[in-house]
């Protein structure tokens, strides 16, 4: 049992090297398998020894072998949170369908939380991806309930979309980005309604203790909402049973 753990560990850390560099291509529109890896600052095309999940930039030090520039540390957290979450999934699941789509789920959701925590925003070639993917796999299995779920998906969409309508008008502002609302039909599409709402609070309490801890001075400046929804999606879907359950005692 201990290789195959370890084979979904170095799984995960290559989709999350994969996941890291979407992150970085998506967001200023460059493509994702045409142009060959290459450092950021001096444009050095990387070799396959500077490719290695993780261990390339433990033995680089975390600079470029060229020009001796920091590589960004959301590289190899993004790799290690992937293969974590893998292994992770793969005990809870056993390789099932269940565990091909909150696999998926997981890793559309770590790229969104990485683009909105350095962009602001939540590209929609990544939520029609999202979405897309999930509409397959309900449909492939019978265990999973496409109607339901596309209309679960509707009504998070048009609830958000009425939030951010209603918040708008009292604050004068935007308070709430589209992305976000597209975000929540995704989620919604995923967990349900029960589960979205309780992603929605749990997101919204988060994002407003980061607020209140960033310090005075940014506490009026936007914040990465998307990325507090994805953190409290993904573990409330992976154990959307006793989440369910415990839901139907209090409720």
Known sequence: ?????????????????????????????????????ACPECKTRLT???????????????????????????????????????????????????????????????????????FLIIPNTVLLCSLGMGIVFFALCPSY?????????????????????????????ECLGMGDVKLAGVLGFFLGLKLLLLTLWVGAVAGALYGLLRGREFRYSPLPFGSFLTVAAVPLYSWEQPVQRLISQWF
């Open 1 to 37: 049992m201990t290789g195959i753990y370890l084979v979904m560990a170095l799984l995960g850390l290559s989709l999350g090297s994969f996941v890291g560099a979407c992150a970085y291509r998506i967001p200023r529109h460059i493509s994702i398998v045409a142009i060959p890896s």
């Open 48 to 118: 396959w020894r500077e490719k290695i999940p993780l261990l390339s930039f433990l033995v680089q030090r975390g600079r470029c072998r060229n020009c001796f520039r920091p590589i960004s540390w959301g590289y190899p957290i993004v790799e290690l949170v992937s293969s974590i979450g893998t292994v992770w999934l793969f005990m809870g699941f056993g390789l099932t369908i269940g565990f091909l789509v909150h696999w998926v789920f997981f890793l559309l959701m770590l790229l969104v939380c990485q683009i909105d925590s350095e």
């Open 145 to 173: 309930s496409l109607p339901e779920a596309l209309l679960s998906s509707i009504i998070s969409f048009a609830v958000l979309l009425s939030i951010r309508a209603v918040a708008g008008y009292l604050w004068g502002h």
